[in-house]
């Protein structure tokens, strides 16, 4: 696999790469893959379930990271001619939320694997709000089985 630019995925639809659907959407498109890192950008909406009193909830921003490494997964079984299997939260540690954004904020998280043992994925993700730090975390995702 390769290494892509937002040029080239960022056409793809977020939807044919993520079980989730509106109005629990937490990316608008990838904007870099390749097998080890990948990013994402979501413009924040004051109609969005995480949102309240003006930010983006700090879970929000969680799911945003969930989601960026939904979508990972969801390229590669796209790419693979695969159907997209459904991932869990299976572990949030070393949590950090230094800010949260506001409504019309566009924020990129990038995702960067650590390590990838049979069903289970360990990510480091930083999440930008224009060249800041506004989250980290170490997230690990277990696949299911089961199909979307």
């Given amino acids: 696999m390769e290494a892509m630019s937002c040029s080239d995925i960022s056409s793809v639809n977020v939807l044919d790469l993520i079980p989730q659907r509106p109005p629990f959407i937490m990316i608008d498109c990838l904007t870099h893959f390749d097998p080890v890192i990948t990013s994402s950008r979501f413009t924040v909406r004051d109609n969005n379930l995480f949102f309240s009193e003006g930010r983006l909830l700090a879970s929000g921003l969680i799911e945003n990271i969930a989601q960026t490494c939904a979508a990972r997964i969801g390229y590669i079984n796209r790419l693979s001619n695969e159907v997209i299997k459904l991932g869990f939260i299976g572990a949030v540690r070393n949590l950090k939320i230094y800010k949260t954004p ?3 904020d566009t924020i990129y998280t990038t995702i960067t694997v650590k390590e990838e043992v049979f069903q289970m994925t360990l ?26």
């Avoid at 990510?123 to 979307?148: Q, R």
Wanted: hydrophobic letters at 50%; aromatic letters at 0%.
């Fill in 102 to 104: 506001l409504a019309g």
């Fill in 123 to 148: 990510v480091d993700a930083v999440v930008k709000l224009n060249d800041e730090t506004i989250a980290e975390a170490e997230m690990k995702i277990a696949l299911s089985d089961i199909e979307s």
